[in-house]
């Protein structure tokens, strides 16, 4: 037991001098940061860290040794820029030309939805805005994107995110594909039901119509019927309107009772959904770069080299600045095989200089980096 003593006091002693070391190197960091700010050097500089990384590891006695000097100097590096970059974001006055405007509405502001009336987008819609403004739909999230973009709509209402099936991937793929931004977010509880026409039953029913993820939503109530053909469509109303349009009492939609009433159908069956909390997350898109002032949730998107570590620094901007990351999603980047595109949520503030230190850091190593909005959050699951 002595022995042990003896030697954890030893491994005392060369951690304080590792301790004095470090801040000895940081020190130094800060003027290197000082003298880069003054001949505007970039922070990252790859090819001296590449060499530094090769010098350090030479110098090891064994290939144990060599890995965890590699992790060791790669993790000391990424911390020394975090500390360039804080200097340096420190100087910025403002942050991609976003700028801090309430949101007002009147019943002249378009805003549009997907799918027809009664669909969830429309509820997602009222519960945002409310009735006094002026709403209009369209048939698909591209068709959205595209109003907002061109100004046709102020305001677009999208889903990205249920708490079931997951995310919604085309609607992450035009967010990073048009230059509209997230200004605000609302959630909504999906509550499915089958329709189906008047005088129908479910002994008749051989196909019925849904919104992908709400035929994957309902998937317990349709695996013990195997026998019905499941057909996608682009929303759950659009099927519920289908039904209506055919006539065919064999078909049925999984829709909600909203969208019963609004096309005559009856409610053939409640509450299919395989989880009773079932939400939908839509975001609030508009073409404008603002934000309110009390927003406290940031979207942010970027790529990285497709090189072991990357993303793991990266994420250490969030961590170095104390910053709560909410959620992160990987989307594959159209031409580019095995690489990905990835979407951040995290809490915080573009006024705030711990979001600026960090996106200031992410951007610089990072390619088409975007801020994707700033707005006020809501709480999962209310």
Same mark, same amino acid.
């Given at each position: ?18 301790? $004095? *070391? /470090?801040? @000895?190197? +940081? #020190? =130094? ?41 590699? $992790? *060791? /100097?790669? @993790?000391? +590096? #990424? =911390? ?303």
């Amino acid at each position: 037991m002595e022995e042990l003593i003896k030697l954890r006091d030893e491994i005392d002693v060369i951690d304080d001098q590792i301790v $004095s *070391l /470090f801040e @000895q190197r +940081m #020190a =130094v960091a800060e003027r290197v940061a000082a003298f880069k700010r003054g001949v505007g050097k970039p922070v990252l500089d790859k090819e001296r860290e590449k060499s530094k990384i090769q010098k350090v590891t030479e110098k090891t006695s064994n290939a144990f040794n060599r890995q965890a000097v590699e $992790s *060791l /100097f790669g @993790q000391i +590096m #990424a =911390v020394s820029r975090m500390l360039q970059y804080q200097r340096l974001a420190s100087e910025r006055s403002d942050v991609e030309g976003f700028r801090v405007q309430d949101m007002v509405t009147t019943p002249k502001t378009k805003v549009v939805y997907t799918g027809v009336p009664g669909a969830y987008a429309e509820a997602a819609m009222d519960g945002y805005f409310g009735t006094e403004i002026s709403g209009f739909n369209v048939e698909t999230f591209g068709d959205a994107m595209e109003a907002v973009h061109n100004g046709e709509a102020e305001y677009g209402v999208l889903p990205i995110e249920n708490s079931s099936t997951g995310s919604v991937n085309d609607v992450y793929d035009l967010l990073s594909a048009y230059d509209n931004h997230i200004v605000g977010e609302t959630m909504i509880k999906i509550e499915h039901a089958l329709l189906g026409l008047p005088g129908s039953r479910i002994e008749d029913i051989r196909t019925v119509y849904s919104h992908p993820q709400g035929l994957m939503q309902c998937s317990r109530f349709l695996d013990g019927r195997r026998d019905w053909q499941q057909v996608s469509l682009q929303n759950t109303a659009a099927s519920a309107k289908r039904v209506l349009d055919d006539g065919d009492m064999t078909q049925a939609a999984i829709a909600s009772k909203q969208a019963a009433r609004n096309f005559g159908l009856t409610v053939l069956k409640e509450k299919l959904n395989d989880l009773d909390k079932n939400f939908t997350r839509f975001v609030i898109i508009s073409h404008e770069k603002v934000f309110q002032e009390k927003a406290d949730k940031i979207s942010v998107c970027f790529e990285v080299p497709h090189e072991s570590g990357t993303l793991y620094n990266i994420l250490g901007h969030f961590i170095f600045n104390g910053l709560n990351m909410t959620r992160i999603e990987s989307r594959p980047i159209q031409g580019k095989p095995w690489q990905y595109r990835f979407f951040v949520d995290f809490n915080g503030n573009l006024r705030e200089q711990a979001v600026r230190n960090a996106l200031h850091g992410i951007q610089s190593e990072t390619e088409g980096f975007r801020i994707l909005g700033n707005y006020v959050g809501v709480e999962q699951g209310q």
